[in-house]
């Protein structure tokens, strides 16, 4: 689960971004009671965050970007690793002091971690006095009501339909231009690392009306770009039928399941001016069908993030991926020949799996270099209470072979995306203007459809235009290019 407000799953040794909070930005200047949020982890948790905000707004809250003068401070949590989930610890402690000189200030903790720990963390952290796991989030107006009687408000039901489909989401931090749209929530995969499937629990996919819906009224506002967001977009069914024995849902006159490939097209339909993108695609699940409705449709960017996790089958079956490294390598085959070489491909690797040989890791480096990826995310392996592996296998690689490991594929993977973004020097490409450069005040950036970074200088446009620009020049991370 990965990019957007970008690439917030990071490289752990090299930016540990995961534990960098977004924060609100933007003050909203109505008299109400004043909502401070912060947002750890994956794409799915800034998603729910903006679920969270269109609740409470419900409820009378306006967002502040200083936790100072705010009534109600919500942490929405990541617990993928050991390390997400000390930056939470230290960042409670933090609000203590918040806490100390205005009592009546109220803590919660959202998301991952409080899925994971439940009731403990009341008792770990006094200062915490709500609890709500990602299924809950309705649940918020009145457990904050049982915190101002001076309780602690706990809810960490896992539901199998809870998708929040007619709640809009206010949007937090947005450029205006791109926007996440989730179309499913939980995981039914069991990768042995894992913790999603116990923090978010069984796969549901929402009502495909409302994600269209959700993405007219985006592009009408002025979006020109969507991410569909799942642990694992691929499997994404929708019947109508299933969900409540009414007639089928009528699609081109034969009665229909929705699958993800179908999705794809009624979002892509919405307006050929409206990117798509989505993430996080599944290599045993994703289908030749998805590849062929990427091609049909311009608007649909041609990238696709596949996390690979290892390059080796032993490996990749004690992280019980349920595919092999041959079958990883024919999805590759099929992208390259369906999409053509210039389709961005990345991936999520992790290094020092527990019993993971030098040759195994070797593996992976091969596979990096099989595939050329575009970029992607790197972790050492990190136990997870509760996970598969950690009941039944021993961390057993040490801490220096397990940095040693992730600073090989760490480089491979700096000479990867140089070597890649080297073969678009001279190219042309649709960009989509996301705004300023963080760099220049003269520059503008967007991204091509193959999601990498295009910086040029401002003659003059604006976010949300799409324009084309020649690639002149590249680093390892960044396309510069003039339009034309
Ligand atoms: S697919 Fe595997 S790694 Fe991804 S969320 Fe599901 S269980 Fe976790």
Same mark, same amino acid.
């Given at each position: 689960? &990965? ?110 971690? &409080? ?129 409540? !024995? ?5 699609? !081109? ?54 996390? &690979? ?176």
């Amino acid at each position: 689960m &990965a990019n957007l407000i970008a690439n917030i799953d990071l490289v752990e040794e090299v930016k540990v971004e995961e534990n960098c909070a977004i924060r609100v930005s933007k003050e909203t200047d109505a008299a109400g009671k004043k909502l401070y949020i912060e947002s750890y982890g994956c794409q799915m948790n800034f998603s729910d965050s903006e679920i969270v905000t269109s609740i409470l707004a419900g409820e009378g809250y306006t967002t502040t970007s200083s936790f100072e003068n705010a009534d109600l401070i919500l942490l929405n949590t990541c617990s993928i690793r050991e390390k997400a989930e000390h930056t939470i610890r230290n960042r409670l402690g933090h609000f203590n002091g918040v806490k100390k000189k205005r009592p009546e200030v109220t803590i919660g903790v959202l998301g991952c971690m &409080a899925e994971r720990l439940k009731s403990k963390l009341l008792e770990e952290e006094k200062m915490v006095d709500l609890v709500v796991g990602p299924d809950a989030y309705r649940d918020l107006p009145s457990l904050i009501k049982i915190t101002e009687e001076g309780e602690k408000g706990i809810n960490t039901f896992l539901s199998r339909e809870e998708t929040y489909a007619d709640i809009s989401p206010v949007r937090l931090n947005s450029n205006g231009v791109t926007a996440f749209i989730s179309i499913m929530r939980g995981c039914d995969n069991m990768c042995s690392f894992c913790v999603v499937p116990f923090t978010r629990g069984r796969e549901r996919s929402r009502d495909p009306q409302s994600i269209i819906r959700e993405a007219t009224e985006l592009f009408e506002n002025g979006y020109r770009e969507v991410t569909l967001l799942g642990q694992n977009v691929d499997s994404y069914k929708w019947s109508e039928e299933e969900e409540n !024995n009414k007639a089928r849902l009528e699609r !081109n006159g034969d009665s229909e399941i929705i699958n993800f490939a179908a999705l794809l097209e009624l979002v892509a339909n919405v307006d050929p001016n409206l990117r798509v993108r989505f993430s996080t695609s599944h290599p045993k699940d994703i289908t030749d069908e998805v590849l062929y409705t990427m091609k049909k449709h311009e608007n649909i960017c041609n990238y696709i993030h596949l996390p &690979a996790q290892s390059g080796n089958s032993r490996v990749l079956e004690m992280m019980n991926r349920t595919y092999d490294r041959e079958w990883y390598v024919n999805r590759v085959d099929a992208i390259r020949n369906i999409l053509g070489e210039d389709c961005g491909i990345s991936s999520d690797m992790i290094a020092g799996f527990c019993t993971e040989s030098e040759e195994e890791h070797r593996d992976t480096l091969s596979l990096m270099d099989y595939v050329q990826y575009d970029f992607s995310y790197m972790f050492v392996y990190s136990e997870r209470p509760g996970t598969l592996a950690a009941k039944k296998y021993k961390d057993d690689t040490s801490p220096d072979v397990k940095k040693r490991r992730l600073q090989e594929i760490i480089n491979k993977q700096q000479e990867l995306s140089m070597i890649r973004n080297k073969r678009d020097v001279g190219k042309i490409f649709k960009v989509l203007i996301e705004g300023r450069s963080k760099k220049s005040v003269d520059q503008l950036q967007g991204r091509n459809s193959a999601n990498k970074v295009v910086i040029f200088n401002d003659n003059g446009y604006e976010k949300g235009q799409y324009i084309n620009a020649k690639i002149t020049d590249c680093t390892s991370a960044t396309l510069l290019g003039e339009v034309v």
